[in-house]
Each structure stands twice: as C-alpha cells, then as structure tokens.
C-alpha cells in the first residue's frame, strides 16, 4: 500500500522558515517525479514544487528563489525547505506521487504574528 | 503556463441523476510522446484529493464505473452517470503535459439539491 505521510508543519512569524517532510512507501520512491502542492482554507489547488528522478527542480514565480525541494532516495523522503515565508504561504501543504498518483494527508502551514 | 478552466463553479444534483463537468485547457494537452496528460481529482470534504481518472479517459483502481472522462486537445469532460452522496465534493481537472508548471482547474464543488 502506497503511503505518503508529510510532517513539519505549524505556526511560523512572517520571514521565518519551516522545513516539510514526506515519507514515502510502499513504491519505489526512485522512480518517480515528487511534487509539492498547496491549498489555502477554501481555495483551489496550486503546484508549489516538482522534482524529477535526476534531482531536477522546479519551482513557480511565486515561491521561486524561496523554496528548495529536495529528495533522499535512499530515505525514501521528500523535503521542502520554506524561507522568507509570507502570509499567502499559509496553506494546507500536500505531497503527491508523479502526476498526482497518490497524495498525502497534508500538514498545515500558518504564517502569522 | 497552460491556464485550465472549470465550468460550472457549482453544480447541485438530484440523487441519482448525472453529472457533467468541463474543462479546457488555453493550448493543446497533447504531448510529444502521443500521450494527453490530462487527470480529474475528487476532493471531498475534509479530505485529500483523490486521482480518479488519467491521461483524459482511464479510470484509477477502486474508482466507480458511473465515472468516466472524456476529450481531446483543449477540450474535456468528466461525467457521473448517477450521482451518489458519496460523490460531493470538489472536483478538479490538471494538465501534466506542459510541466513545469503542473497546472490546476479552479475546481467544482458537486452538492446535493
């Protein structure tokens, strides 16, 4: 059974970072492009990150230069290193598998004072 | 970056009756390699999105027979031959095909008249 289980979420003050996890099995973690994926209270669904099987990454304009996603194979782990946070960051943050095969449960992000 | 748009933002159901949903993509989702990288999520209330259909048509394990994905180029369609209570909730199209970035319709929340 696949299984995608984030962690680090919680409550950062405006220009602070956080680092998210997600632990991943149940797959071969190696062979897949991971992404990040963010949804604000009542909003829709936005990419965040992706990072291909090469270690390739890709951000939008908007977290560009802010975020870092990561991977450790041989951890069969996710990572998204969050800096500079800003209140529109605030969002429930999701991992999900190649195109969005599988996801995980999510942990939430709050950027407040 | 491919702009993917939803219609209708809501659609209340009669029990048992179908559902249609659209989305259309502002350039073609057909990819080099011959594919359409075009996927339909369920989320419902309080939960993950769930991936329900992949490239346009082919139905994930477990997903129910009464839905079905339809359409090419810019154009697509996900159906609910008879709407079951199960089946509120929002419901999002997103194209693979162009990526980075992974891009997202702006959801269809299904109730219940």
């Known amino acids: 059974e696949v299984q995608l289980v984030e962690s680090g979420g919680g409550l950062v003050q405006p220009g602070g970072s956080l680092r998210l996890s997600c632990a991943a099995s149940g797959f071969t973690f190696s062979s897949y492009d991971m992404h990040w994926v963010r949804q604000a209270t009542g909003k829709g669904l936005e990419w965040v990150s992706g990072?291909?099987?090469?270690?390739?990454?890709y951000y939008p304009g908007s977290v560009k230069g802010r975020f870092t996603i990561s991977r450790e194979n041989a951890k069969n782990s996710l990572y998204l290193q969050m800096n500079s946070l800003r209140a529109g960051d605030t969002a429930v943050y999701y991992c999900?598998?190649?195109?969005?095969?599988?996801w995980g449960q999510g942990t939430l992000v709050t950027v407040s004072s | 970056d491919v702009v993917m748009t939803q219609s209708p933002l809501s659609l209340p159901v009669t029990l048992g009756q179908p559902a249609s949903i659209s989305c259309r993509s502002s350039?073609?989702?057909?990819?080099?390699?011959?594919?359409?990288?075009l996927n339909w999520f369920q989320q419902r209330p309080g939960q993950s999105p769930r991936r329900l259909i992949y490239?346009?048509?082919n139905r994930d394990s477990g997903v129910p027979d009464r839905f079905s994905g339809s359409g090419s180029g810019t154009d697509f369609t996900l159906k609910i031959s008879r709407v079951e209570a199960e089946d509120v909730g929002v419901y999002y199209c997103?194209?693979?095909?162009?990526?980075?970035?992974?891009?997202f319709g702006g959801g269809t929340k299904v109730e219940i008249k």
């Open positions: 490239k346009v048509s």
């Open positions: 990072i291909g099987t090469a270690g390739d990454t």
């Open positions: 997103m194209q693979g095909t162009h990526w980075p970035p992974l891009t």
């Open positions: 999900a598998r190649g195109l969005g095969i599988d």
């Open positions: 350039q073609s989702l057909v990819h080099s390699d011959g594919n359409t990288y």
